[in-house]
């Protein structure tokens, strides 16, 4: 079957265009260019998935000089009427692509925000915004049928654009947003499975012949508690088996931290390296722990994880869900708050607020050690035998 061609990509001055493919590995001939001194030049071209050849054009435009030629008219009137919204979210999202820590999975987010902000604000100077337009936008992605929470969510893209712009010293305006009380947000309970549960899943899946790099993604996070993305881009040479560890967030490619938070030294329990070494023994290091994902099943994850659920008696939860039973399981075992946060690579508040939860049961058994309702019994104190008992009056006579 004929592999779909992906869109060429359009990354502020950069062009990204598919030349050719795709090879077996499913990538393409990328070929990008941008203007040059008023020409047309290729500064990057290779074989790449669409989100490597995104990260390789911003990395390849970046390395070049910042004066790429004379400006020409436009760029020249632009520059005099002031700096727009667009071209704050333009230069944001190229500084974001050369990060090598932000997952593809985050990018394509930044990236469908920054083009939603372009399409109904991007034409505003800086000058011009206010509270008037802020709530405007909200406004009008309530009227295309946009849940308030992710309206909310661009806004607060928008809002860390704003803020970088003005740490790279582009302008020096305040930005107004709408208050947040005025929104109605609906908290939601993330579901999450208890450890039996989440094991009882595993099975599951393995029983209902779901794709063995879920299978394997599962058990990663079964055992370690990771990320979604660290999860991903775990490889075979970061486990140390004989030591009962594993390396997560690290880019063993470019020696540095891959995930925000940075790397991190998660031990294992003897348990947990029995059942990881028949995946991880005679392996290559660079190699994938969860290996390769096939596009055609990645969108089916959420059924696959749903039907595992409902078969081993679990609510139903996606991959994110493991982290948050990793967090409840480290404080039931009565570990410290610093040293769940070590393992799992947040802090403590974080942990607390997001997510920490007690369970019913739990609330429940500490509501009757407390024992908030029982009424102290009132105790007279017996006198001391032998001791001489005086009334309150005789003793004023003697001491009169």
């Known amino acids: 079957m004929a592999r779909r061609k992906p869109k060429n990509l359009k990354l502020g001055a950069v062009g990204v265009y598919v030349v050719r493919g795709p090879r077996e590995d499913r ?15 290729t500064i990057w071209s290779g074989w790449a998935t669409k989100a490597e050849a995104e990260r390789a054009a911003c990395e390849a435009r970046a390395a070049l000089p910042t004066d790429l030629g004379t400006p020409d008219a436009q760029a020249k009137q632009e520059a005099e009427a002031g700096l727009t919204v667009a071209a704050v979210l333009e230069r944001w999202m190229e500084d974001c692509y050369a990060r090598p820590y932000i997952s593809p999975r985050t990018l394509k987010a930044y ?19 206010s509270i008037v337009e802020t709530q405007g936008y909200l406004n009008a992605r309530h009227a295309e049928g946009l849940r308030v929470r992710t309206a909310w969510a661009e806004l607060s893209i928008f809002r860390t654009a704003w803020r970088w712009g003005k740490a790279a010293r582009l302008h020096d305006e305040p930005l107004h947003l709408p208050a947040p009380s005025s929104v109605k947000m609906e908290k939601v309970r993330a579901p999450r499975p208890t450890r039996d549960e989440a094991w009882a899943t595993w099975d599951a899946l393995r029983e209902q012949g779901a794709p063995e790099w879920l299978v394997r993604t599962y058990l990663l996070g079964l055992v370690t508690g990771a990320r979604t ?11 140390d088996l004989d030591e009962g560890t594993v390396q997560i967030g690290r880019d063993r490619e ?10 991190r030294v998660v031990y294992l329990d003897p348990a947990a ?13 660079d190699e994938r722990f969860i290996g390769d994902r096939a596009q055609s099943t990645m969108s089916h994850t959420a059924n696959y994880l749903r039907k595992a659920a409902i078969a081993a008696g679990a609510p139903a939860h996606p991959l994110y ?18 040293e769940e946060a070590a393992a799992l690579g947040h802090s403590i508040e974080v942990a607390q607020r ?27 104190p017996a006198p001391t035998e032998g001791a001489d008992v005086i ?3 005789r003793g004023r006579e003697r001491s009169g």
């Open 27 to 41: 990538r393409w001939y990328w070929q990008a260019s941008c203007s040059v001194a008023g020409k047309r030049k």
């Open 111 to 129: 990236r469908d925000a920054a083009t939603n902000l372009t399409r109904l604000i991007g034409g505003y100077r800086l000058t011009e915004m």
């Open 229 to 239: 993305g660290e999860l991903y881009e775990a490889k075979v040479g970061d486990f």
């Open 254 to 263: 470019r020696g540095v931290a891959a995930t925000k938070t940075g790397a």
């Open 273 to 285: 390296v029995a059942t990881l070494r028949p995946y991880v023994e005679g392996r290559a290091a």
């Open 321 to 338: 869900g493991l982290r948050r039973a990793a967090t409840d399981a480290y404080y039931d075992a009565g570990a410290k708050p610093e």
């Open 354 to 380: 997001h997510y920490r939860r007690i369970r019913s049961e739990q609330a429940r058994e500490a509501a009757r050690k407390v024992a908030l309702g029982a009424r102290p019994t009132p105790t007279t």
């Open 391 to 393: 009334p309150i009056e």
